[in-house]
């Protein structure tokens, strides 16, 4: 049985991170940083299909 492993690429920046996933990974709510573009990205992965899941940006109070 031969088990398929790819790296995980970066959805802002489209480069490898450090991570790879073999076919029977599962991730929810993910943070997948980037050492490229330093940007942090929540992630859930099912199947070797990646989708990012967005998150409302935080609003500064005002006073």
């Known amino acids: ?6 790296w995980i690429y ?3 920046c489209e480069n490898k991170t450090r991570l790879k996933i073999r076919e029977d990974t599962v ?5 997948l940083f980037c050492p490229k573009c ?3 990205t ?3 992965i099912r199947k070797m ?3 990012v ?10 006073r």
């Open 53 to 62: 899941i967005k998150e409302p940006d935080a609003k500064t109070q005002s």
């Open 1 to 6: 049985m031969v088990i398929n492993i790819e």
């Open 49 to 51: 299909n990646m989708s």
């Open 10 to 12: 970066c959805p802002n």
């Open 27 to 31: 991730l929810e709510n993910f943070p």
């Open 42 to 44: 929540i992630i859930s």
């Open 38 to 40: 330093k940007e942090e």
